[in-house]
């Protein structure tokens, strides 16, 4: 059953993003789109979100440098990354992300994720 809150998406692609946020929709999701992580900053709020879905190679902050960002302010919320460059030795890089998606990826991979996060 899908949160009560909505789910940040973060992608500065906005055609990636607008498909990622009707495909949450379409699975009974609230989703706000973001195009960078400093935007989603700067209207950050504690609790208002289930889960974070970002890209992890964008203009100004990074996908890495936000779940950074969020270790160091004791922020528990869930990430799920997405990157065309991971491999399989790439995600213990990414400290505190719940899961790495490698792009291209599946409709089902993505909701598989999130149904086990939120």
Do not use: Y
Request: aromatic residues 6%; hydrophobic residues 50%; charged residues 20%.
């Amino acid at each position: 059953m899908p949160s009560s809150k909505p789910l940040a998406v973060i992608d500065d692609d906005r055609s990636v993003r607008e498909a990622i946020v009707a495909l949450l929709r379409s699975h009974g999701h609230a989703t706000e789109g973001f195009d960078s992580a400093d935007q989603f900053i700067q209207s950050f709020q504690p609790g208002k979100f289930a889960c974070i879905v970002s890209d992890v190679q964008m203009p100004g902050m990074s996908g890495i440098e936000l779940v950074h960002w969020l270790a160091d302010r004791d922020i528990d919320l869930p990430v799920v990354l997405m990157t065309a460059q991971a491999d399989e030795h790439v995600a213990s890089m990414f400290f505190n992300a719940k899961a790495v998606l490698r792009k291209p990826f599946t409709c089902e991979a993505l909701a598989d994720i999130l149904h086990a996060l939120v």
